[in-house]
């Protein structure tokens, strides 16, 4: 059964970088879409960003929320088995605990209910 773990998070300045990584074990890594997810106090889960299986080429490769675009990026190291969330000019805005989670199809259909693993999620902090 596929596991995910995520790390990287912690506190940061506004304006500050962080890289979140998203480590699988167990399964069968590539073979569904990955997704970074985050959730604040109060607020429902949000997507921020996908990545398209190695194994689809169905739709944009990766992609990104509106909140995010531009500051974000996923990538994937087909190598570790890991898939990155670079994140720059962060915001307190952007301050939530971040999910990584496999999807259940190869491409990114932004449908939450879609992914069927979840890791336990980094605390990410954006304040002054």
């Known amino acids: 059964q596929l596991h995910l773990v995520e790390s990287g998070g912690g506190s940061v300045q506004p304006g500050g970088s962080l890289r979140l990584s998203c480590a699988t074990s167990?399964?069968?890594?590539?073979?569904?879409?990955i997704g970074w997810f985050r959730q604040s106090p109060g607020k429902e889960r949000e997507e921020v960003a996908c990545?398209?299986?190695?194994?689809?080429?169905?739709?944009?490769?990766?992609g990104y929320a509106e909140s995010v675009k531009g500051r974000f990026t996923i990538s994937r190291d087909n190598t570790k088995n890991t898939v990155d969330l670079q994140m720059n000019s962060l915001k307190p805005a952007d301050t939530a605990v971040y999910y990584c989670a496999a999807s259940m199809f190869p491409w990114c259909t932004w449908i939450t209910i879609d992914f069927e693993v979840w890791g336990q999620g980094t605390q990410v902090n954006v304040s002054s």
């Open positions: 990545i398209r299986s190695k194994e689809s080429n169905v739709g944009d490769s990766s």
């Open positions: 167990g399964g069968v890594w590539g073979k569904g879409a």
